[in-house]
Structures are given as C-alpha cells and as structure tokens.
C-alpha cells in the first residue's frame, strides 16, 4: 500500500515458539514494514533478525518500535538493532516482561502515548492501548489509513488477556476508547494473522 507521502507497507511473515507458563507453542508473527525504498520503520522484532534484515533490504532503519514486550514480539529486537544500527523503542510499562528475555541489555527510547514517528513523509502516533499487556501499545497512520494493533485487536475481537499481566477489561477498554473510535475504514494492521478493518471488529468486541 502506498500514500500520497510516498510511505507503502511491506509485511513478513516470520515463524517461531511463543513460551507461556513453561509451555512452549508454535506462532506465526507478523512483522510490519513502513516506509520507501530509501528508509523504513520495523514493527516488532518477533523470533530471528535474519528474515527481518532481509525484509529490509538495505534500508536505512529509522526505529524499531515494538507493541509490547511478549517475548515472541521481542527475542530478535537486540539482535536486529545490531545488525541495521537502529535504536528500540518500547513502552517501560512492560519492562519486566522485556527483562525476562533481555536481562543484560535495555531498550533506547520509551514509547508514551502520543509518540510519534516520522518515516518516507508519513507519520505514526502511538496510541497506548493496555490490556493485553500494561504497555502495549498501536500505531496509528492516518496517511496509509492504517493502525498497526500488535495484539490488542485482532480479525475476530480483542487481543487474548491469557497471557502474563493481561486483563480483560482493561484491553477492552482500551479498544472501545482508542481503537474503535478511529475511522471505521481504518484497516487494522495485526501482529497474527490477516487485516481486518474498524468497522468490522465493532460488533466483535464484548
């Protein structure tokens, strides 16, 4: 997808273990890509650098930015910060969950509400949408007509609250209060699995 600012969209698809209560599970993890053929921003660091340098392709990293700090949106992001030289960004309201995978190394730069990221002309506003995780966070680019929702709202309703620190009214606190008020065309861009828009979650959401 592209906008007017020149920013498109690249998706890639990596594959991994997500560890939960000493039970390890296989997942899909979908790692988002703004920017042009010049600059790019990575959305999440799930499982290993290697595909996600190659998504990449060269380009000059503006940031990694990461929805939360569930280790399979994080295990690569050390990693991928010394392979492209780009600084993480992360939300300190989830540090004890980037601890457990990262203890000898921290993020650069904290992640608030109403952040803001600018890449090829478009620009993205963190949204901290809690609930799934206590700092888990999306981005919204109304240029690309986009909000990238890390697991905070999927096809299908709300993100899973079975994890560590998750809870169910609070993320669908935060949906109805952030997300859903967003332009039903809005498409939601998620960390598993196929897009979906506003519009249609609003009835999955309860």
């Known amino acids: ?15 991994g273990v997500f560890s ?20 790019v921003l990575v959305i999440d660091a ?37 392979a492209v030289d780009a600084p993480i960004w992360f939300n300190p309201a989830d540090r004890m969950l980037w601890d457990m995978v990262h203890a000898d190394s921290s993020p650069d730069a904290e992640i608030a509400d ?14 901290h949408t809690p609930g799934h995780s206590p700092g888990s966070t999306c981005l919204h680019a109304p240029d690309l007509n986009t909000v990238f929702t890390g697991d905070t709202l ?7 609250t079975g994890r560590s620190f998750s809870d169910k009214p609070t993320i669908l606190s935060s949906i109805t209060g952030r997300l859903l008020s967003l332009p039903g065309g809005t498409v939601v861009r998620t960390g598993h699995g196929d897009d979906t828009t506003i519009a249609a979650e609003k009835d999955n959401i309860h």
């Open 1 to 15: 997808m592209t906008s007017t600012s020149g920013a498109r969209i690249d998706k890639a698809v990596i594959s």
């Open 20 to 39: 939960l209560d000493g039970q390890d599970f296989d997942v899909d993890n979908n790692v988002w890509l703004v920017g042009d053929d010049d600059e």
């Open 46 to 82: 799930p499982h290993r650098a290697e595909p996600i340098v190659a998504a990449i392709g060269g380009r000059k990293v503006a940031a990694i930015v990461l929805t939360h700090g569930h280790n399979d949106h994080i295990t690569a992001a050390v990693a991928l910060r010394e």
């Open 114 to 127: 109403g952040t803001r990221f600018g890449v090829a002309g478009t620009t993205l506003r963190a949204l």
């Open 154 to 160: 999927f096809c299908g309703g709300p993100g899973a």
